[in-house]
């Protein structure tokens, strides 16, 4: 009976030790190639995740779409069916929370740097703050880059892209941008966009070009401009209630790992995009086209009047405070 005890009871201390040693697994699902500033990023912070928790938390990254597509990730986060995301901040529209579309008003930001006042400083803090009441913590902001216009014809000038079907993410101030182009927008999916373009369901698209090259848009798309019209990045989030019932010590040691793979991100997103250029112009496959100041000044006149159509959908106020970090002044082009 003593011995029957006995091996009840280290049975029972074997198995609690077993699943003491389980890690705490996030899966961290995103729509890109692993290639990009945004995969290469979700693969550093596996890393440092993983080292610094000393194998307490497994980090599993599934790249383009393999687990979720744009519309479904959302909705799998809230759920909990994934811990972490890095969605495009032009997608947080859907969930309701419009302000992250400031970042999609063309010509807002001119480079980096000014980006960096604002998604590193008390805007972006703001910013981030946004997403609690929806389940969500933002962790951090990944860049990527500026987009530029692709399509079947030639584009020099923003007639270029009158009646035009232009893919675009799921954000209105993209549509409106598509409008004052007199282009029609068309929201798809990231992981179908190649198969829109190849089959001439949309004629063009934007994107940075790590996203076009390594999706191989173009080997579907003739031309490429250029424009670097408008940024694209990306907010690092993860379930709330998942971050919050973490131990301590992992939370701060995960902390300790976004903060390393930011940097890294924000290190490599220009050097991605220009190598992706590089691969495209090689290629030969289309033709890349950079404008002239003139050439690249008539877009930016003909697409600064959306920062103003679009204050009632991302706030005035929000607006202006990124002109104030930035010095941008719409009335001086
Ligand atoms: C797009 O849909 O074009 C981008 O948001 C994809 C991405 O995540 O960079």
Not at 193 to 200: D, S
Not at 315 to 331: A, N, R, V
């Given at each position: ?147 530029s216009f692709s399509a079947n014809t030639p584009i020099k000038t923003p007639a270029d892209l009158k009646g035009k079907k232009m ?10 941008q598509m409008?004052a182009l007199g282009a029609l ?18 004629d063009g698209t934007e ?14 798309q003739k031309y490429l401009t250029l424009t670097?019209h ?57 033709v890349?086209y950079t404008p002239t100041?003139e050439e690249r000044l008539a877009f930016k006149k003909a697409l ?30």
């Open positions: 009976m003593k011995f029957r005890t006995l091996l009840v009871g280290l049975a029972a201390m074997f198995s609690l030790t077993a699943f003491a040693q389980q890690p705490i697994v996030i899966k961290f699902s995103h729509v890109v190639a692993h290639d990009t500033p945004k995969g290469l990023a979700a693969d550093f912070f596996k890393k440092k995740a993983e080292e610094l928790t000393k194998g307490r938390v497994k980090v599993e990254v599934y790249p383009n779409s393999t687990l979720y597509k744009d519309k479904e990730e959302m909705e799998a986060l809230q759920l909990g069916a994934v811990q972490m995301l890095a969605p495009s901040l032009a997608k947080f529209g859907p969930l309701g929370v419009k302000d992250f579309e400031v970042f999609d008003l063309p010509f807002i930001f001119d480079d980096y740097n000014q980006l960096h006042k604002v998604t590193q400083g008390p805007v972006g803090k703001q910013l981030l703050a946004k997403l609690e009441p929806k389940g969500i913590k933002g962790l951090a902001f990944w860049d990527n880059g500026f987009k893919r675009i993410q799921s954000s209105k101030v993209l549509e409106e409008r927008p068309q929201v798809i999916g990231f992981g179908e966009v190649y198969q829109a373009l190849q089959t001439g369901v949309v994107n940075p070009i790590s996203n076009l090259y390594t999706q191989k848009m173009h080997e579907v670097e408008g940024y694209l990045g990306y907010a690092v989030i993860v379930n709330k209630k998942f971050w919050d019932g973490l131990p301590a010590d992992i939370r701060k040691e995960l902390d300790d790992a976004m903060e390393q793979a930011t940097r890294y991100a924000n290190q490599i997103a220009k050097v991605e995009n220009d190598n992706a250029l590089e691969a495209v112009k090689k290629s030969g496959k289309t890349v100041k600064v009047p959306v920062h103003q159509k679009m204050e009632s959908r991302v706030g005035k106020d929000l607006i202006q405070s990124i002109y104030k970090e930035t010095g941008f002044d719409p009335d001086k082009l």
